[in-house]
Each structure stands twice: as C-alpha cells, then as structure tokens.
C-alpha cells in the first residue's frame, strides 16, 4: 500500500488526459492529498478527485505563458510539506519525462522532504493509442526516442540533428508544434528522405483529440494548418505511415526475411 505520511511530496504522473488513464495509485493519492499544485494541463475531471478539503493550486506552464517559475514551484512544495501537508504535485503524463521532475525532487531531497514518484502514461503512448499503431515496428523502427523540441525564446533548438535522423527509429517530438518547420528542415537536411511519414496528434486521449498522417517535408504545412490550440506530437518515422502504407512495409520486410 501506498505510503503517504505528512509532509511529504508525491510527484504525480497525470497521464495525457483521460481520467481513465490515471493509474489507481494516482488517484489514491490525489484522494489523500492535503494541498495539490498541478499543471496547466490536468483536466478538470482528475482535479474533482481530490478530496473536498483539499486545497488546489494551479503552477501551470504553457509555452510563452509561465505563470510560476520554476524555482517558485520547487519552493511551494518544499514549503506545503514542510508545514506538515500531505503534497501532490500533479504533472501531465509522466512526470519523469519532459516535467522538470529533477528541480523538484532535488528541492524536496535537499530540505529534508520525503519524495516519490508515481508514474502516468505519457503523450506519445497516448498518441499511439489514438492512430492505432505501434511506435515502434519489427524490422523498420527498433529505437525510440524522445525529444523535446522546446527552445528558450530567441535561442536555436541545439538539438544534434545527424542523430536524430536516424531511418530505423521512431521519432517523438514533445512541444514540437511551434518548432515543426525547423524540425522538418534539419532532419532532411541531415538525410531523412522527405517522404519520411509523420503522424501528428493533438489531444490525444481527450474529447478534442485529433490526428493527421503527412510526410515530412509537408510538415509545416500540416502544423501551421492542421492543427489547433492543444497539446499536440509530432511522431516521426516508418512506423508512423498509414496503417494500410505500414502493412505493405512489413509483408515487404517479411518477405525479404524469409528469403
Ligand atoms: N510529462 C509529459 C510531457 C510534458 S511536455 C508527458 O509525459 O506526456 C508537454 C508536451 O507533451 C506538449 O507540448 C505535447 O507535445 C505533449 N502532450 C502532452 N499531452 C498531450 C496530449 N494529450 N496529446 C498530445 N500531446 C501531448
């Protein structure tokens, strides 16, 4: 059973948006929580299943709209255990990806504050789910990696690009909407073929959810017109084709192996 004393910290995955996707321990600790800071991009839904007393604080980050910084955060949570509260910091998906987890652990650890994570479902399984595809694929994408494609304003991506092109891996690309032209620019320029399928999903596992199949080269294009104003991932690589573009891929591979 999950151990939840006062005065410490759970740092808690919220998954992509469903509250079915929460995991159970997730929900019994936001059941249990005294005081919860959470994200821009917890739904209502997640927030209701704290208890009635509970107090509910929202640090949420988008992009260009930081309403707490960082170090403000780690402070609160530092601060809430530290006068005795039960804490849960509720991040979107799982927090150990893409949610400054570290700051927060290493705050916690250095005041003396117990502190724990609970895992959720991150964006790009939840992207997955949505297409109906597998991100990676036997023979055509064996890797699969995550990147974040989130530059601080007025500087470059500084991402090694020659790395990243990589034709046998599935390329998930968090925070990606914005920074979709330089993406698709820097990956053919480093070897990518240019019709390289793309698959963008926005909102995966919520009600607005939506998802589009392009190539890489008309990424932008499908960025800038495609999209709207949700969280969205870009998945990039073979495995990401149209399923029934996928399905010739694979009988092709099959029979090259059975040669
Ligand atoms: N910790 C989170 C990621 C935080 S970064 C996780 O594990 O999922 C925020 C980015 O995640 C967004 O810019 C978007 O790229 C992606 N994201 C989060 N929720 C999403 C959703 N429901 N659908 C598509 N992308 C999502």
């Not at 705050?107 to 959720?120: D, L, S």
């Not at 991506?157 to 620019?185: C, F, H, I, Q």
Request: hydrophobic residues 45%; contains cysteine; glycine residues 10%.
């Amino acid at each position: 059973m999950t151990d939840f004393p006062p005065g410490s910290v759970w740092l808690v995955g919220a998954g992509p948006g469903d509250a079915e996707l929460l995991t159970r321990k997730a929900e019994r600790l936001i059941g249990l929580a005294t005081v919860m800071f959470y994200d821009a991009l917890v739904g209502p839904d997640i927030l209701e299943m704290a208890a009635r007393s509970a107090r509910l604080v929202h640090v949420g980050k988008r992009s260009g709209r930081h309403s707490k910084d960082q170090s403000t955060i780690d402070k609160l949570i530092v601060e809430a255990a530290l006068s005795g509260e039960k804490v849960v910091r509720l991040k979107g998906g799982d927090p150990a990806i893409f949610g400054r987890a570290t700051e927060e652990l290493d705050a916690c650890r250095a005041a003396g504050v117990g502190v724990q994570i609970c895992p959720g479902v991150t964006a790009a399984s939840a992207a997955a789910a949505s297409l109906g595809a597998s991100l990676t694929l036997r023979g055509l994408a064996r890797k699969l990696t995550f990147v974040t494609a989130h530059a601080r304003a007025g500087e470059d991506l500084k991402l090694n690009w020659s790395r990243l092109a990589d034709p046998e891996a599935t390329l998930a690309v968090y925070m990606g909407k914005a920074a979709a032209p330089e993406v698709s620019a820097r990956l053919i320029e480093a070897g990518l073929p240019a019709d390289t399928p793309v698959a963008l999903v926005e909102s995966a596992s919520l009600p607005a959810e939506r998802h589009f199949h392009t190539r890489l080269d008309l990424l932008p294009l499908a960025a800038r017109t495609a999209l709207g104003d949700g969280p969205a991932l870009l998945l990039i690589g073979a495995a990401m084709a149209r399923p029934e573009e996928v399905e010739g891929a694979v009988s092709e591979i099959a029979e090259r192996f059975a040669r």
